[in-house]
C-alpha cells in the first residue's frame, strides 16, 4: 500500500478521496471547506491509502497537546466498502501509527466512536480495540449531533494512559472539533 499524507489541501489528492469520504460519511462530516481550512491553517493532515493507484483508504488527523502531552486525533478513517476485509484497514492504520511516531512523536492516539451496542457499533470497537485501543466508560453528549461518543486512546510511549474514566481525552477532541471550525 503506497501510504500519502498532505499537510496542504491538495485539490487531485481530495478528487481521489471525496466519494469515500461522502460514502463513509453520509452525514455529519465535516464540508471539505473546513477539511481545506484546517489543513490551510496546518492543524490537520489528509491520509490516502493507495492499492494498484486507486485510493482504498482514506483519513484526516489532527496533533493535538504540548510537547508533553502530543496526541494524534483521528477525525475520519475510512477503508473502500469493495476493499473491506482484506487487512487494508489495518494496514492503513499501522501507516498512521508509525508516522504519528516518527513524524509527531505523540505520545497517543485518540478515537471517538458512537456509544452504542447495535452489531455495527460493537464491530467498529472491537476493529479499534484490536489495533490496541482502550475504550474508556465516558459517554460524551454533543449538542449539535444526537448520538453520543466515547474516546478510545492507544497509547504509543511507555506511561500514557487515561487517568479519569476517559473525560480528560474530551478536552482534546473537544479542542481539536473547536479549532477545526474557526476561520483563518
Known sequence: MEFITAAH????????????????????????????????????????????????????????????????????????????????????????IHWAEQVHNAGGIIIEVEAGNTAA??????FWERKGFKLTPYIHQYIWVPEPYQAMLRPLKQGVAVEDNGESLFRYINNFHRNSYRLP
Open 9 to 96: 489541501w491538495n485539490d487531485s489528492l481530495w478528487e481521489l478521496i471525496e466519494p469515500m469520504y461522502q460514502e463513509a460519511f453520509p452525514s455529519g462530516a465535516k464540508p471539505a471547506g473546513i477539511l481545506h481550512n484546517m489543513l490551510d491553517r496546518g492543524i490537520a493532515y489528509l491520509h490516502a491509502g493507495l492499492s494498484d493507484g486507486q485510493v482504498v483508504a482514506m483519513a484526516v488527523t489532527g496533533i493535538v497537546g504540548g510537547t508533553a502531552d502530543k496526541r494524534l486525533i483521528i477525525d475520519y478513517l475510512a477503508v473502500a466498502k469493495k476493499s473491506r476485509g482484506e487487512g487494508l484497514g489495518s494496514l492503513f492504520l499501522e501507516k498512521i
Open 121 to 126: 457499533h460493537l464491530e467498529r470497537i472491537h
